[in-house]
């Protein structure tokens, strides 16, 4: 599910929600979800923000070493399969999973408990563009959200405040006073001083070289 938000008079936020295969699904189901992400999110321009976010059934590990700029310092256990199509599909496109880069607990960057091990594990992201990762404030799992699910919020804060850009003041050279230096013997004078003791002193052989 995609939603497209103005946030300025020509820049857009695009909002997508998705909800991927889970492990044991079929290879073809998991590429035919990623072949459709890959095409939303190329079909967005460039100049616009991005934030993924949903269920991706998938463990990104922490090594951020490999993926640097993809995931951040702060990610939980290792990566799977599906990991590393969704860190894949980051690197091409630019994007940063903001849920690794903050250093919180375990306890609030966790969102779902498995079912017979009772380890907890990150399956549920919120991702930007690497280059909007600085507007993002904090990604943290939600422990008291009460809903209709096993897996915990995730809530992120965003600035999504635009500035206008700044221009440089258009600069008009001052006009060169030629007539003061017209008018004016004692100008022309020091001018005539001023040249003579920047030029270099050289032994012209020529009108050439001299005037060069």
């Known amino acids: 599910m995609t939603q497209r938000l103005r946030i300025t008079?020509?820049?857009?936020?695009?909002?997508?929600?998705?909800?991927?295969?889970?492990?044991?699904?079929?290879?073809?189901?998991?590429?035919?979800?990623y072949v459709l992400r890959r095409q939303t999110l190329k079909g967005i321009p460039k100049h616009d923000k991005?934030?993924?976010?949903?269920?991706?059934?998938?463990?990104?590990?922490t090594e951020y070493d490999i993926w640097k700029g993809v995931i951040g310092k702060h990610g939980v256990g290792r990566c799977n399969d599906n990991g590393l199509r969704l860190l894949s599909l980051c690197s091409e496109l630019g994007l940063c999973i903001t849920n690794t880069c903050f250093r919180l607990a375990t306890k609030y960057k966790t969102s779902w408990i498995h079912p017979r091990s009772g380890h907890w594990h990150l399956l549920d992201y919120?991702?930007?563009r690497q280059k909007d990762l600085r507007d993002v404030h904090i990604t943290r799992a939600m422990r008291c959200a009460?809903?209709?699910?096993?897996?915990?919020?995730?809530?992120?804060?965003?600035?999504?405040?635009?500035?206008?850009?700044?221009?440089?003041?258009?600069?008009?050279?001052?006009?060169?006073?030629?007539?003061?230096?017209?008018?004016?013997?004692?100008?022309?004078?020091?001018?005539?001083?001023?040249?003579?003791?920047?030029?270099?002193?050289?032994?012209?052989?020529?009108?050439?070289?001299?005037?060069?």
């Open 9 to 33: 008079n020509n820049k857009f936020i695009h909002l997508i929600s998705v909800y991927a295969p889970t492990l044991p699904s079929s290879d073809d189901a998991k590429e035919d979800f």
């Open 50 to 61: 991005i934030i993924l976010l949903g269920d991706f059934n998938a463990r990104v590990g």
């Open 126 to 128: 919120v991702i930007v």
């Open 146 to 212: 009460i809903g209709w699910t096993d897996h915990r919020l995730i809530r992120s804060k965003i600035c999504l405040t635009l500035k206008l850009p700044r221009r440089a003041p258009h600069k008009i050279p001052p006009k060169l006073a030629f007539k003061r230096l017209i008018a004016s013997s004692d100008l022309g004078n020091k001018s005539d001083e001023n040249f003579a003791a920047n030029a270099q002193i050289t032994d012209f052989s020529t009108i050439d070289v001299e005037w060069k």
